[in-house]
């Protein structure tokens, strides 16, 4: 978005236009892994480039393992004054024999 009195980007904005169109080069990808994706891509009915975008879009909207882990630290500790996952099994299965008629 441009500033308003101003002929020349600001910063931000170049950023954004880098943003938007950076590409990735990857050297040295084995030729059966780039067969592969071609083949996946082929199979979805779509470019490489659209395939590898997907992929890729997919792969980061889920946390890393390392996130996912501090995430679930930063939860603290679990209350576990409560009854035991096989006294709850227990419980359980005593019920479903009560109403079993057993």
């Known amino acids: ?19 938007a169109w950076m590409d990735v080069l990857i050297r040295d990808l084995p030729d059966e892994l780039h067969a592969e ?11 490489l480039r659209a395939y590898l975008r997907e992929v890729l879009s997919e792969h980061v ?5 390392n996130e996912w882990l501090q995430r679930v630290r930063d939860l603290g500790p679990v209350n576990a004054d409560g009854p035991t996952g ?17």
């Open 37 to 47: 994706l071609a083949r996946r891509a082929a199979a979805s009915d779509m470019s």
């Open 61 to 65: 909207a889920v946390p890393s393992m």
């Open 86 to 102: 096989p006294e709850l099994v227990a419980a359980a299965r005593t019920e479903d024999d009560e109403l079993a008629g057993r």
């Open 1 to 19: 978005m441009r500033q308003q009195g101003h002929g020349r980007k600001g910063l931000q904005e170049y950023q954004t236009d880098i943003v």
